[in-house]
């Protein structure tokens, strides 16, 4: 038995949530989101709480309980207060700029970097903070780390796109014997 499965998910005002077969559908302030459960998982809205059950006993049931309840209570969240990610640029000359959902890099290549934001999220840039949010959690991560992918951070001099917070490990370069 999941232990986190078998915990009801309170919905908060504000929030509806429809519940179509497999497919849960949650809409919110900060927008709109759904999540198809596993084959042998339900979820049943009873007195203002989301109670996700597991359809019998099988080892794939009791596996994806706790993920499907998790993936709901993530999905509730992100329709209420959404999901924030920050990116730090970091290098001499390095900057961000936003033109409509398309972010344009300097990052010391010949030319500007240009990324697409996808449906569902929205960019904001600051010199060098880049802001990524939006209301799937998953999402939202998956394009921080493309952004940090185009110029991952060196250990040598230490630039290139980070988290914000995040702490890279120096190296020490070569030494004249």
Same mark, same amino acid.
């Given at each position: 038995?999941?232990?986190?499965?078998?915990?009801?998910?309170?919905?908060?005002?504000?929030?509806?949530?429809?519940?179509?077969?497999?497919?849960?559908?949650?809409?919110?302030?900060?927008?709109?989101?759904?999540?198809?459960? =596993?084959?042998? !998982?339900?979820?049943?809205? &009873? /007195?203002?709480? #989301?109670? %996700?059950?597991?359809? *019998?006993?099988?080892?794939?049931?009791?596996?994806?309980?706790?993920?499907?309840?998790?993936?709901?209570?993530?999905?509730?969240?992100?329709?209420?207060?959404?999901?924030?990610?920050?990116?730090?640029?970091?290098?001499?000359?390095?900057?961000?700029?936003?033109?409509?959902?398309?972010?344009?890099?300097?990052?010391?290549?010949?030319?500007?970097?240009?990324?697409?934001? =996808?449906?569902? !999220?929205?960019?904001?840039? &600051? /010199?060098?903070? #880049?802001? %990524?949010?939006?209301? *799937?959690?998953?999402?939202?991560?998956?394009?921080?780390?493309?952004?940090?992918?185009?110029?991952?951070?060196?250990?040598?001099?230490?630039?290139?796109?980070?988290?914000?917070?995040?702490?890279?490990?120096?190296?020490?370069?070569?030494?004249?014997?």
């Amino acid at each position: 038995m999941s232990r986190i499965g078998k915990k009801p998910i309170v919905i908060p005002a504000g929030v509806t949530i429809s519940v179509q077969g497999t497919t849960v559908t949650f809409k919110g302030s900060k927008g709109e989101a759904a999540v198809n459960l =596993p084959p042998k !998982i339900q979820a049943v809205v &009873k /007195d203002g709480k #989301v109670i %996700v059950t597991a359809v *019998d006993d099988s080892a794939m049931a009791s596996n994806c309980w706790g993920l499907a309840r998790t993936l709901l209570a993530n999905m509730l969240v992100g329709v209420t207060v959404g999901y924030v990610q920050e990116l730090e640029l970091q290098g001499v000359g390095f900057k961000a700029a936003l033109a409509g959902t398309k972010l344009t890099m300097t990052l010391g290549f010949s030319s500007p970097v240009e990324f697409d934001a =996808p449906a569902g !999220i929205t960019l904001k840039a &600051k /010199d060098t903070l #880049v802001t %990524v949010s939006g209301c *799937d959690k998953q999402q939202v991560g998956d394009t921080a780390a493309r952004i940090r992918s185009i110029y991952p951070p060196e250990p040598y001099k230490g630039k290139g796109v980070r988290y914000k917070g995040e702490v890279v490990r120096r190296k020490a370069g070569k030494t004249v014997a």
